[in-house]
């Protein structure tokens, strides 16, 4: 399904893709034929290449791609003269976001070949479209919708009344349980789990009672999941995925959760139950948030953070240890545990300083 | 499966549900008709909501649901005339179990119907239950068991000489490997893997040796497991998870581990190999547990902890780096390298003024 | 397939499986027959038992085994005069290695039966060797390549163009994506996904545009991987998983990484895109590394622990906030956030001492 073109069809390509938002400047070779993407330090003439990140600057002169897309600044700086002779130069104010469009025109998915494996069990109150694609020994329950233009993949299975939007793909062996939905165009990953019960008990004469978990999962249009990534039903309402949300894998989401709208979620990131997260966050891996807090629009959390508390102000947090030499760590951690006796004999050194010598007397009021 | 009742005959299922345990008093309409549960803030007539986290304390007032179930104290407080205009109040000392059991009523599971769908794989010599339900794609192998009212998902496998106890629910794609028993009236959820091999290798001539893992996964009864959890087969000797523990999604329990009864372990922990945890303990999400340690009876760990060593005392235990601002955290955790030369200062300055002033000498025994 | 064997004969066997590179001496019974291994405190007379870890020394001189394989220094220690009363001593300087290899010869793996499953649905222009075992329900795609002696579990997917290697054993479930390559004698458990897409987006307009992971998985030989563990596709380029790696279960390993020969991975881990690790490193349970870093050959990361930068010299690392109680925890944690302001108090108090007395002042050049 590759699309090769040269570099100048691809510029007018991502334009279109883009919706008119992202337009670049070719310079040299704009007739050489482009097939694929690659790093820039293994791409050959028929590659294109970007660079974005500042770590990789100095493979862009000696890269061999036919083509590298960067930015006015790293342009300027790097090729100064416009000229690159291995070939071209697309300069463009969001490089990483052209080559996106650039790789998606050169990949060319597009809408997956129609019809069903006869291999697969559909239940007869199903409602599969003449334009989805079913793959082998996937079982679609009775009362579920898929979408035109749908793909399930092999060995999925779509619970009763689950639907599936248009254009959606579950990678092999995703399970949706009874009843939860997908929007539209979006992407799952091989093993998630949509809409198991979320983890509810009541305490009760030393033992626990399982609380029914009636609510949903509802995930909106353009949303990907990553594989092996858990999403649970809500207890009583559903657990919410807004448009545009990127999950990674090995994500749990508990029940009741709420993700605004293009927040990014990386790997292994846990959410406790009724945790509100805003739109616009970037939530970094290994990041566990607390149940029923809430986390303003446009937040960024550190890699391995534990969230404990509503964060209503946007902004960057973190709570990580740091790394040290094992043995430097041990001798450090243990005065941890201490800190607040290091702080009392601190505060007597002080009053007894001031005793002495009263301009150095400390301001109280100041002090932790 | 519904089974709609008045708030009085739910009283009385509730007492039954409970062995007789869990009553209540019902003030106001008792002979609303009651269909659903929802939360204080979303019900409408025909639900039961439950007020029992001081949290959400504010919504019960305004709340339509036709029943709100809460402690005397909430009661007492909230609505001290007894009187609620919008429909009936359930007065009871464990509101929240008692929703959970008005729930289980509500939402009335029961049984699954008996049969198997003619796409299982069942092997010949594999001993099903007439009582229970195999799903579509799901393959039972030689030798194993399905007692009664066990209910296979859609695509699971169970392994050879496999046991799957009585009114035990496989969700779909769950794995139980050759020999592992997993007891009555659970539930294991969608991408559960019980019974893989544990993570044991000898160190040998600069590469590994596999250890054979000849034991397998023992699973009492009443045991709820999350999605995609894996529960790793002993070395030698079993792992053992006891009746009533309850685990939620993600979480990773390495071999030969024995969780006791009662024991409930939030999402994302991970548990290494030989940890012995006690019974009624209660992890938090994100927790890891070192191998070859003990943790008491009744021990509470704060999400994101790492527990390094036994837990010989019962106890709340924490040890998480607490969250800030990013520019907070870069200021303050490069300390954290340095704290055992801050101390050292502490103490020479100790020293010092103890020389000018020997009111103010340290004593040394109770520092740290 | 157990291969019931006497002491003697088990460290001929022992010397065979190693290459000749392992030898014992044993030390009374070494008639006696053995057939399953356990450990020291519940081994009967027929299993084989290890002393490695000192923890469990005491539980030696009771065993019932009927070998025990231990260190000379420990044998030394133990059993001075040679004799044990219940059976055998085998004496060795790898124990545990040793014990691996015996282990592996009374367990008797070996290879598996061949044929496939009538349910399996093996695309036509599949080439699936004569010589592999194809199991219930199993999906192998068009152009995948299944060689000699691979068993390819029930209900598992291999996409189109991917590769099994020879002896290579994939348990139920597991999702191989679309041109990825497994080489010889592996192991991947349960739910494993190999070559789910990378999660790589470009920020556009306050949204994301998904970047086309065009890379796949690349697998050496000899590598375990352990049950629910993701393993990314690059991006462009491939992600890399050298010979003899062992990992874990519920580990991430995200796209573009690349593994060194020989290094073990602890569950619960996760790698972000593009990290490098060496040879013969050892990560501990739930630790995680970031992105676009490298790890030094040998290197050892303590569980828990967040590597946020590039580890150029090998060594062992920690970043591990220390278990306390937590009325303690509350006590000192948050002092952490004010390290930075007792430093300056500190050095306050410093100068104002060397005002007042000369001799202790501070060595500035030697502060953090």
């Known amino acids: 399904m590759a699309a090769a073109c040269t570099v100048a069809e691809l510029a ?24 694929a993407v690659a790093p820039l330090d293994s791409a050959g003439p028929c590659d294109l290449a970007f660079l974005a990140n500042p770590r990789y600057r100095a493979q862009a002169p000696a890269s061999r791609a036919g083509a590298i897309v960067l930015s006015p600044t790293e342009r300027t700086a790097l090729f100064p003269l416009e000229i690159r002779a291995q070939g071209a130069l697309v300069e463009c104010e969001a490089p990483y976001a052209w080559f996106a469009f650039a790789a998606q025109h050169l990949v060319g998915a597009g809408a997956p070949v129609p019809g069903r494996d006869p291999s697969a069990v559909v239940a007869a109150g199903a409602r599969v479209d003449a334009g989805a694609r079913i793959e082998a020994l996937a079982v679609i329950g009775d009362g579920a919708v898929v979408e035109e233009g749908a793909w399930i993949g092999a060995g999925c299975s779509v619970g009763t009344n689950a639907r599936v939007g248009a254009g959606t793909r579950l990678h092999a062996g995703v399970r949706v349980y009874e009843g939860c939905r997908i929007g539209r165009r979006g992407i799952v990953h091989a093993g998630a789990v949509i809409g198991a019960d979320g983890f509810g008990f009541a305490p009760f004469a030393g033992g626990w009672v399982k609380i029914p978990q009636t609510g949903a999962v509802r995930i909106g249009d353009d949303v990907e999941i990553g594989a092996n990534t858990t999403i649970d039903r809500g207890s009583a309402g559903d657990t919410v995925i807004e448009d545009g949300v990127k999950i990674d894998n090995q994500v749990q989401v508990a029940h009741n959760c709420h993700i605004g709208a293009g927040t990014a979620i990386a790997g292994c990131v846990g959410i406790a139950g009724s945790a509100f997260i805003g739109r616009n966050c970037q939530i970094g891996g290994a990041a566990m948030i607390h149940g029923h807090i809430r986390i303003a629009d446009g937040t960024i959390v550190s890699a391995g953070t534990l969230v404990s508390r509503t ?7 973190t709570g990580v240890f740091p790394l040290l030499r094992h043995r430097e760590w ?11 006796d290091l702080r009392g004999r601190l505060r007597r050194l002080e009053r007894a300083m001031a005793g002495i010598s009263p301009a150095n007397a400390p301001q109280e009021e100041r002090q932790p």
Chains 1, 2, 3 share one sequence.
């Open 12 to 35: 007018v390509a991502v334009e279109r893709l883009s919706g008119g938002r992202l337009s670049a400047r070719v310079l040299g070779a704009s007739a050489l034929p482009l097939e």
């Open 311 to 317: 964060l209503a102000e946007p902004g960057f947090y």
């Open 330 to 340: 041990e001798r450090n951690a243990a005065l941890i545990g201490h800190l607040a």
